[in-house]
């Protein structure tokens, strides 16, 4: 299995980018996709979640109205778009694959329930 994350950048506040993550070595539409950041110094953070089927994605508390998940189940690819940025937003941003990605745990974020990881992109903000 190969989870990549791809489109971190350095940006000034306001600015947009979108983040892309492929993943290949299974079966793409059974599973839940989820965007985790780590700041400096700080834990990892779920940021937003996309059930299998796309329907009622999650976000976070502090990126909701600004960020947008969407999934190509054809492209085997995940999306997070980031409007509004902010330098709080500064962190790797990582991507993960859950399996059964029905379940409604998924919702919760625990990184343990996402077995599948990429090795992170970054994205920086500055104030």
């Known amino acids: 299995v190969q989870v990549m994350e791809s489109g971190g950048e350095l940006v000034q506040a306001g600015e947009s980018l979108r983040l892309s993550c492929t993943v290949s070595?299974?079966?793409?539409?059974?599973?839940?996709i989820g965007w985790f950041r780590q700041a400096p110094g700080k834990e990892r953070e779920g940021v937003s979640c996309?059930?299998?089927?796309?329907?009622?994605?999650y976000y976070a508390d502090s990126v909701k109205g600004r960020f947008t998940i969407s999934r190509d189940n054809a492209k085997n690819t995940v999306y997070l778009e980031m409007n509004s940025l902010k330098p709080e937003d500064t962190g790797i941003y990582y991507c993960?694959?859950?399996?059964?990605?029905?379940?409604?745990?998924?919702?919760?974020?625990?990184?343990?329930?996402?077995?599948?990881w990429g090795q992170g992109t970054q994205v920086t903000v500055p104030s």
């Open positions: 070595g299974l079966s793409f539409g059974d599973y839940a």
């Open positions: 996309i059930s299998w089927s796309g329907a009622s994605p």
């Open positions: 993960a694959a859950a399996p059964h990605g029905w379940r409604r745990t998924i919702y919760d974020m625990d990184p343990k329930d996402y077995i599948h």
